[in-house]
């Protein structure tokens, strides 16, 4: 564990100003990357770093709490019912387009891969049938090879936040942290392209993780208008001006992107609702089933085009992807053992590949900060090893004459097929072509094909199940879009497969049936999802009888797994500097308050409720604090004639200080503005701006001497909690609400003003009062043993403790 990073920031001396200049001047690729990926100081920066993309990129967390200002008050007030009836028409419009967008480009992409890997394919059986079996492997490598490379280039020369999966940093940005550059137009089109070149090259990767970004990317782009540089400025679009409903939309692309993926609408939802979305109402269930049902109509219509050959190489088929519906499922109680064996197998490999890949990242790490060269050359040399073991393992296994009890055509030459002839001669075939040399999507399908027990040899599962867990490893990580759903099923599948064909005659279940449940127990290890991995795997297979296996299976792994080590989302939340709120606070958060912590800090930022603008300018120009308490001396308290109290009057973000330098929002005298004052110089619109800086402002020195009236712009209803509350306590609300800012008030009267606490999972420094848990991943802003420095306890009672 490193050492205490949550000590006060020492004064600005010149030599840290130098070593601070030399590090903005530096290469943000060139950073030395530690523990996570992301080299952080062990001070309190104001600078909050995290590793988005290929980049180190400064990160804030977002305002989801809902500004209850007078301004806003007045406009909610003054809102007939028809643009009520707007907004949420406006909302269910936004759904919609979601998923009609996400449908048509999951359609292209699917169309895309299919079409450039099936005639990459059919050109390789035409080089074994003519007995060219050099030409062939250079045709194969070589096609691959160019895939990956335009792949590769796009991303690192013009987006390498599309490189990846992007459901990490989706899950950090619906816990509360923006991620510069993830929803952009430049990315959607990147990670389109790119998935396309990196699945079609036969990579060991998926194209689900990168649906999910794009599904995300649509909606964002929908949500503000369109890309940052050509934003349009139609007055409806105004009402999604928020990070709140831009949160929500985000969510339904999340879920439509899962949708596409797997075609399982439900699992979509629940997807979405267990794996990346942290805040959660019926309203927004509603609206991301929504989606995902406009996703799967889109899907089912281009379907029925594809199914009548106007699609290439498409095929035909439904909306059912790995169908196992005419398997008969009987439990015999000798079943119960390798359903729990696989279960048990599923959380260690499961766990044991997250610590792997770990490793792999942080490796793979070295080699990309040498710069741009290094991380193609990287992606290339996994491409050539892929292609060369795909086309060339298949020499090594036997031919096996074909069964006339088989059901599917034996042996087969075309691109897709459960019998593939390869080398063979006529009416023989060889399975491990059938499983390597073809989509990862059709690999899935063969492996798992029911009423084959006499398909496989147990040496071709074997050699295409270690294949796959190093290509899953050595995959994963390279500069290109790419997704770990595909993989890991691949890898479950295989030692699903062994343990079916192990079992022999001893068991009921069919070999296929192990196959899927191996696949599903190696996610829940891996990935720790349960009910929507659950869902997702029946709207695959279209085999209600397996739901109860299922289960178990999953809920066993997910057990196994936990025991270990954390998922792997979370595992790469970490290593990209990414901060993430965890639902359940730590057992020791029970035993210290906020007051505690409060404690431990100078005083919070405060202004005055009629603030001098030199003291405004002065405060935002010398802090990065994102809001600031508003306090009143002197002020009359109700009921009484005393007039000496100190009123907390609410909480004012940083953007509408900067919006009231720049209207001019000043006055000679200190006095309290009118309502219709305000009303003449603002609206909710101007509001809602966060993008203006207070560099981009302009204040002459006779204005310093003049005076700001910030009530109206106050937020009157601040989250606040008494100094006596635990920090679990807090923390679940803090993450439950969706808070950035929570104001510790005093138990008693004479025990001083109030603390700020403000979002952990940033080293922002939002005020004077935020602590930092960094590495811990812990919720409320010092780490234990710094805390624990604090308090007179004996080294063995804080160990204890």
């Not at 409720?609 to 809001?627: C, F, M, P, Q, Y």
Request: charged share 20%.
């Amino acid at each position: 564990m490193e050492e205490d990073s949550t000590q006060l920031a020492k004064p600005e001396t010149p030599h840290n100003l130098e070593a601070e200049a030399d590090e903005e001047e530096r290469d943000p690729e060139s950073n030395s990357l530690g523990e996570p990926l992301l080299k952080r100081n062990r001070t309190l920066s104001s600078s909050p770093l995290a590793l988005v993309g290929a980049k180190v990129s400064h990160i804030e967390s977002l305002d989801y709490e809902i500004n209850e200002n007078d301004i806003f008050k007045h406009d909610w007030r003054s809102r007939s019912k028809v643009q009520v009836l707007q907004y949420i028409f406006l909302k269910w419009t936004l759904a919609f387009l979601v998923g009609l967008l996400t449908g048509l480009i999951a359609t292209l992409i699917n169309l895309a891969i299919e079409n450039i890997a099936g005639y990459k394919l059919l050109a390789i059986v035409g080089f074994i049938e003519e007995g060219r079996y050099l030409s062939g492997l250079v045709f194969f490598t070589g096609v691959n090879f160019s895939l990956t490379l335009a792949a590769a280039l796009l991303c690192v020369c013009f987006a390498p936040t599309a490189a990846g999966p992007g459901i990490p940093e989706i899950k950090a940005y619906l816990n509360g942290v923006d991620t510069p550059n993830m929803f952009g137009a430049t990315t959607l089109i990147v990670k389109i392209v790119g998935s396309i070149g990196a699945v079609s090259a036969g990579l060991d990767l998926g194209k689900e993780g990168p649906l999910v970004h794009i599904g995300s990317c649509i909606s964002s782009l929908l949500a503000q208008g369109g890309p940052d540089n050509h934003r349009l400025k139609w007055r409806w679009l105004r009402y999604f001006n928020n990070d709140r409903d831009r949160r929500d939309i985000i969510t339904c692309g999340a879920s439509s992107g899962v949708c596409a993926a797997f075609r399982a609408p439900v699992g979509g939802v629940l997807f979405s609702l267990e794996e990346v979305a942290t805040w959660w109402r019926s309203s927004l269930l509603w609206r991301t089933f929504f989606s995902t049902a406009v996703v799967v109509v889109v899907l089912r219509a281009f379907i029925e085009i594809c199914n009548s050959g106007k699609c290439g190489l498409f095929g035909t088929g439904g909306l059912i992807m790995f169908d196992v519906s005419d398997v008969t499922v009987s439990y015999h109680p000798m079943d119960v053992i390798p359903v729990i064996i696989i279960g048990i197998i599923g959380g260690l490999l499961g766990s044991l590949y997250n610590h792997v890949l770990h490793k792999v990242l942080r490796l793979y790490n070295l080699i990309n900060q040498k710069g741009k060269m290094h991380k193609v050359l990287l992606a290339l040399a996994v491409s050539l090893f892929t292609s060369v073991c795909q086309y060339c393992l298949p020499f090594l296994a036997q031919c096996r004459p074909c069964d006339p009890s088989f059901q599917d055509t034996c042996p087969t030459n075309d691109r897709s097929g459960n019998f593939k002839q390869f080398n063979c001669p006529d009416g023989y075939y060889n399975d491990l072509a059938t499983l390597l040399l073809t989509t990862n999507d059709d690999a899935v399908r063969n492996i798992f094909s029911s009423n084959t027990s006499s398909e496989f040899q147990v040496s071709s599962i074997l050699f295409f199940f270690v294949l796959y867990c190093i290509l899953g490893l050595i995959t994963f990580g390279i500069a290109v879009p790419s997704g770990l759903f595909l993989p890991i099923i691949l890898m479950g599948s295989g030692y699903g497969r062994l343990l079916g064909m192990v079992m022999g005659s001893y068991t009921n279940l069919d070999q296929g049936l192990y196959a899927v449940l191996g696949a599903a127990s190696l996610m829940a290890g891996s990935m720790r999802m349960t009910v929507s991995l659950c869902v997702i795997f029946l709207e695959l297979t279209n085999n209600l009888l397996l739901l109860p296996i299922t289960m178990i299976v999953l809920l066993i792994a997910k057990t196994v797994g936990d025991s270990f080590n954390p998922s792997i989302y979370e595992i790469i939340l970490e290593l990209k500097g990414l901060p993430f709120l965890d639902a359940n606070p730590e057992p020791w958060m029970r035993n210290l308050t906020v007051g505690d912590l409060a404690d431990a800090k100078p005083p919070v930022v405060t202004l005055c409720g009629v603030e001098k603008v030199s003291r405004i300018v002065d405060v935002l120009k010398n802090t990065t604090h994102n809001a600031f308490p508003i306090v009143d001396q002197g002020v009359l308290v109700p009921g009484t004639i005393s007039t000496g109290a100190t009123e907390l009057h609410g909480l004012i973000l940083r953007a509408h200080l900067v919006q009231a330098l720049k209207k001019k929002w000043f006055m000679p005298e200190k006095r309290r503005t009118e309502e219709w004052e305000v009303r003449e110089k603002f609206n909710w619109v101007d509001l809602a701006e966060r993008e203006l800086k207070i560099e981009q402002v302009a204040v002459t020195r006779d204005e310093m001497e003049m005076y700001a009236d910030l009530h109206p712009l106050t937020n009157t209803t601040p989250y606040t909690v008494v100094e006596s509350m635990s920090v679990a306590k807090a923390m679940v609300l803090f993450r439950q609400v969706g808070l950035r800012h929570l104001l510790i008030v005093p138990k008693y009267q004479g025990a001083g003003f109030c603390s700020f606490f403000t979002d952990p999972r940033v080293d922002r420094r939002e005020s004077t009062t935020m602590y930092n848990f960094d590495q811990l991943r812990l919720f409320f802003f010092i780490k234990f043993q710094s805390i624990m420095k604090k308090f007179p306890f004996s080294s063995a009672q804080r160990n204890e403790w």
